[in-house]
């Protein structure tokens, strides 16, 4: 059974950067894609980005307009995700995400939350 722990987040002032790691454990990772959804208070989660194991491929929602970057460490079985120019409306809680197969960020980008698993989910403060 995949688990995925997540670390990072946290407070930040606007135009700060912060970053959010999550490691999967439990099986191995190659097949799967790894993202990062979040969810502000009162609304839907929403995809923010994941990238594919095999082939590395990364997708990012469009209006994070390129301040967020995904990377993956093989070693680690882990992913990051770099959070920079960060604005109040970024404020969330993160949450990472799993799902195998050669579809899956397909699946990830078009906001399908039946995901092989999720991680506890960690809180990301921007403050003004």
């Known amino acids: 059974q995949v688990q995925l722990v997540e670390s990072g987040g946290g407070s930040v002032q606007v135009g700060g950067s912060l970053e959010v790691s999550c490691a999967l454990s439990?099986?191995?990772?190659?097949?799967?894609?790894m993202g990062w959804f979040r969810q502000a208070q009162g609304k839907e989660r929403e995809f923010v980005a994941g990238?594919?194991?095999?082939?590395?491929?990364?997708w990012y929602a469009d209006s994070l307009q390129g301040r967020f970057t995904i990377s993956r460490d093989n070693a680690k079985k882990s992913i990051a995700l770099r959070m920079t120019s960060l604005k109040p409306e970024d404020t969330a809680v993160y949450f990472c995400?799993?799902?195998?197969?050669?579809?899956?960020?397909?699946?990830?980008?078009?906001?399908?939350?039946?995901?092989?698993?999720w991680g506890q989910g960690t809180l990301v403060t921007v403050s003004s």
């Open positions: 995400a799993a799902r195998w197969g050669p579809r899956a960020l397909t699946a990830m980008t078009l906001g399908n939350r039946d995901m092989d698993a």
């Open positions: 990238i594919h194991w095999d082939d590395d491929v990364s």
């Open positions: 439990g099986r191995a990772v190659s097949g799967y894609a």
